[in-house]
Each structure stands twice: as C-alpha cells, then as structure tokens.
C-alpha cells in the first residue's frame, strides 16, 4: 500500500512534488470494480467463498425460521387470503390435487353431492317445520315463506286471509284453536279452495283445535281440507 504524505503528519505544507505524489500513489491504489476486482478477491487468502450459505436471520412473528420459513398456523387471516367473487365458495372442482378455487353454488352441490334440490333423497333423520305463531286479528295473515306449518288462536270471528309467498308443490298446515270461550267461527280467503265449494265449519267447544290442511297447485290457489275436534 502506498504511502499518502499528509500536512498534518509532515508538520509543514506540502510542495507541489508530494502532493502530485499523493495523487499517483492514490491512483496506483484505487480499487478496479470488475473482473479485475473479483480476481484481486480471489486471490486475497482472507476472503473465503461461502457457497455452502443457506441460512439468513432468523424471522419472527406469523413467518418463522431461519432456513425454510414457515408460516404459523391460523396466521393467514380472510383479509390475507385471495379476493372472492360474490356467491362463490373455495373448494376444487377440477381434477386431481391442486390449487383451491372459487366454485359456484352449483358446482358446490356437485362436489358436496348430497342433498340436492334436483336429486332424489333419503333422509336418515326426522325433518320437519318450525310452526310459526300467525297473530290473531278480524284478518289472519299468512306468509307462507316463513313456514309450512301456523297456529293461530281464535279470539273472535274471524277471516283467515289469502297466503302470501305461496309456492306451488308445497303442503301448508293451520293449525286453529279455539279460545276459552270458544264459539268462534273462521271464514276464508279466496285462494281456499275446499271439496264440494264448501267450507268447513269449525269445531266451536272452549280450547278446540281444528286442522287445516292445504297443497298449493299455484300461487293463488290451496287445495284444502279439514280435519275437526281434537280437543
């Protein structure tokens, strides 16, 4: 390595011959950045190629490690997972192993495979209806949307009103009892429509109950019939 003459180290100016000297000594020692370099490395016994190197600082937080990293489990949150469109649901419809997809609700039925709407099913537990409390009034309304099964107590003469949200295919059931002072008759709506044209009259004792039974054949029409006196 050269020797830089300094003002400092000399006790008095530089002449003009050391501080041209300076400059040639510092350009004799300037580093050369290229393969000129990488062999003057090369060829220094104190740099020794690391090519074994696989490891980096150790991460901390939901990515961990400090060789292959690996993610926590339950860190990925939704906020972090891919954007869904609207009615889809992850899952894999194409075949064999792969990445997840976004599905359709039809395609979901398809991998589920059980039932579904269009396919003939066989229930291996009870099903049923939650029986929905229609709210008594000189006119009942029903929303068949909400049930296939109402009850409703009769406090007075009453109408029982036409069913909204009727849905044709579908059983619909009243279940009608009679107060404590019972005598309380039940007229209907046009969408009722009873054998012989004829509507039934109630059983009328304290605390009867009557069953109304109907199959709606359309939106606005229920086959209907009555089953009295289960008190």
Same mark, same amino acid.
């Given at each position: 390595?050269?020797?830089?003459?300094?003002?400092?180290?000399?006790?008095?100016?530089?002449?003009?011959? *050391?501080?041209?000297?300076?400059?040639?000594?510092?350009?004799?020692?300037?580093?050369?950045?290229?393969?000129? #370099?990488?062999?003057?490395?090369?060829? %220094?016994?104190?740099?020794?190629?690391?090519?074994?190197?696989?490891?980096?600082?150790?991460?901390?937080?939901? =990515?961990?490690?400090?060789?292959?990293?690996?993610?926590?489990?339950?860190?990925? !949150?939704?906020?972090?997972?891919? @954007?869904?469109?609207?009615? %889809?649901?992850?899952?894999?419809?194409?075949?064999?192993?792969?990445?997840? *997809?976004?599905? %359709?609700?039809?395609?979901?039925?398809?991998?589920?495979?059980?039932?579904?709407?269009?396919?003939?099913?066989?229930?291996?537990?009870?099903?049923?209806?939650?029986?929905?409390?229609?709210?008594?009034?000189?006119?009942?309304?029903?929303?068949?949307?909400?049930?296939?099964? #109402?009850? =409703?107590?009769?406090?007075?003469?009453?109408?029982?009103?036409?069913?909204?949200?009727?849905?044709?295919?579908? !059983?619909?059931?009243?279940?009608?009892?009679? @107060?404590?002072?019972?005598?309380?008759?039940?007229?209907?709506?046009?969408? #009722?429509?009873?054998?012989?044209?004829?509507?039934? !009259?109630?059983?009328?004792?304290?605390?009867?109950?009557?069953?109304? !039974?109907?199959?709606?054949?359309?939106?606005?029409?229920?086959?209907?019939?009555?089953?009295?006196?289960?008190?």
């Amino acid at each position: 390595m050269s020797t830089i003459v300094t003002r400092a180290g000399k006790g008095s100016p530089l002449t003009h011959t *050391e501080v041209d000297a300076n400059f040639t000594n510092l350009d004799t020692d300037k580093l050369e950045v290229g393969a000129a #370099f990488n062999a003057a490395v090369a060829a %220094t016994p104190a740099v020794t190629a690391n090519t074994a190197k696989v490891t980096n600082a150790t991460h901390t937080g939901d =990515v961990t490690g400090a060789t292959a990293l690996t993610i926590a489990n339950n860190a990925v !949150t939704n906020a972090k997972a891919a @954007d869904m469109a609207t009615a %889809t649901i992850k899952g894999r419809v194409t075949a064999g192993t792969g990445d997840p *997809e976004d599905m %359709t609700a039809s395609q979901a039925w398809g991998v589920i495979d059980d039932a579904a709407l269009n396919t003939a099913q066989n229930w291996t537990k009870a099903q049923g209806s939650t029986p929905v409390a229609l709210t008594d009034g000189a006119n009942i309304a029903t929303d068949a949307s909400l049930s296939n099964v #109402f009850t =409703v107590t009769l406090g007075g003469n009453r109408t029982l009103d036409n069913p909204t949200n009727l849905v044709a295919g579908r !059983t619909y059931v009243w279940v009608v009892t009679q @107060d404590g002072s019972g005598g309380h008759a039940l007229a209907y709506g046009s969408s #009722f429509d009873f054998p012989g044209g004829t509507a039934p !009259t109630l059983s009328t004792g304290a605390g009867d109950v009557d069953l109304l !039974t109907g199959i709606a054949i359309s939106t606005s029409r229920l086959l209907c019939v009555c089953n009295l006196d289960f008190s």
